[in-house]
């Protein structure tokens, strides 16, 4: 059965990077038939697509994030990491990893979630 | 980039209801559409995914319909676990989720 939990600080000070990452278990991260996401949701607000990382670690970011956001994968640890830069008190939500299935794309998984919040 | 929209924001209703929810596309989106059900505090769980199809493992009363630009989620006979919001979410190009509808108990 499928896990995946993410891990990181909860706290950050704003202009400074957010780091998180997912660990995935059940099931290999490098399998070609999925892809892994990040998606955030502010409190009391809807859900936010971040970026999409591809077995071939070839990335996909939300146009509106994409100057501050990277995405990468490590293999050896069954894990992958979503980096935010310059963050602001708008950055403040809870961030999820997930995996999603080619075809249409949908995330069929995710992890619990963690609250993130930018503050000095 | 297309933009998603739900209506309506919120409904009421009770168990037994039938309720239908509408997700609309600012562009033709083919069948990429997905459905996802949250709960307070909880990750969104996978519905519906290419418009039409039943997630594994979710309850038949759910059922999804439509494509290019105008799509529904409908769930046959409320029950009192389907209270939560639902967000649908285009992959059609890039990735973009619907401001959600929040169906609640009358």
């Known amino acids: 059965h499928l896990q995946l939990l993410e891990s990181g600080s909860g706290l950050v000070k704003p202009s400074q990077t957010l780091s998180l990452t997912c660990t995935v278990s059940?099931?290999?991260?490098?399998?070609?038939?999925?892809?892994w996401t990040w998606i955030r949701q502010p409190p009391g607000k809807g859900l936010e697509w971040i970026g999409n990382?591809?077995?071939?670690?070839?990335?996909d970011y939300n146009p509106s994030l994409q100057s501050r956001v990277t995405i990468s994968v490590d293999s050896s640890k069954n894990q992958f990491s979503l980096q935010l830069t310059s963050v602001t008190a708008a950055d403040t939500a809870v961030y999820y990893c997930g995996r999603g299935s080619s075809g249409y794309n949908s995330l069929d998984y995710w992890g619990q979630g963690t609250l993130v919040t930018v503050s000095s | 980039d297309i933009q998603m929209t739900q209506s309506p924001s919120s409904l009421s209703a009770s168990v037994g209801d039938r309720v239908t929810l509408t997700c609309r596309a600012s562009?033709?989106?083919?069948?990429?559409l997905n459905w996802y059900q949250q709960k307070p505090g909880k990750a969104p769980k996978l519905l519906i995914f290419?418009?039409?199809d039943l997630y594994s493992g979710v309850p038949s009363r759910f059922s999804g319909s439509g494509s290019g630009t105008d799509f529904t989620l409908t769930i046959s006979s409320l029950q009192p676990e389907d209270f939560a919001t639902y967000y649908c979410q285009q992959t059609y190009s890039s990735n973009t989720f619907g401001p959600g509808t929040k169906v609640d108990i009358k």
């Open positions: 562009q033709s989106i083919s069948s990429y």
């Open positions: 990382i591809f077995h071939s670690e070839s990335t």
């Open positions: 059940g099931g290999s991260i490098s399998s070609g038939d999925y892809f």
């Open positions: 290419g418009a039409s």
